[in-house]
Nanobody
Framework: QVQLVESGGGLVQAGGSLRLSCAAS????????MNWYRQAPGKQRELVAT???????NYADSVKDRFTISRDNAKNTVYLQMNSLKPEDTAVYYC???????????????WGQGTQVTVSS
């Protein structure tokens, strides 16, 4: 079985910073795309940032130039550095990844349990 475990959420004032981490564990052959999503109360879950195994990144317009996604392939971990946080960034943040558990070349999609980020004004 594969698990994704997020950490690093919390309460921060507007303008502050937080760093989220997500570590994958279990039977892992390779991790392809890794993503961060978020879901605010009453809103749909939205894609925040994505990073390929090779390090190519993409961001939602709302977080560009403020958030940075990175990964450590040796540690099976993805990070989200969040700077200049705004109250509208308040949400539960979820880690998501496409993981191969064998060398057959097909991957499955996994989710973490989420970590709360609250930004006060």
């Amino acid at each position: 079985q594969v698990q994704l475990v997020e950490s690093g959420g919390g309460l921060v004032q507007a303008g502050g910073s937080l760093r989220l981490s997500c570590a994958a564990s279990g039977r892992i052959f390779s991790i392809n795309r890794m993503n961060w999503y978020r879901q605010a109360p009453g809103k749909q879950r939205e894609l925040v940032a994505t990073i390929t195994r090779g390090g190519n990144t993409n961001y939602a317009d709302s977080v560009k130039d403020r958030f940075t996604i990175s990964r450590d392939n040796a540690k099976n971990t993805v990070y989200l550095q969040m700077n200049s946080l705004k109250p509208e960034d308040t949400a539960v943040y979820y880690c998501n990844a496409d993981i191969e558990t064998t060398d057959w070349g097909n991957d499955d999609n996994y989710w973490g349990q989420g970590t709360q980020v609250t930004v006060s004004s």
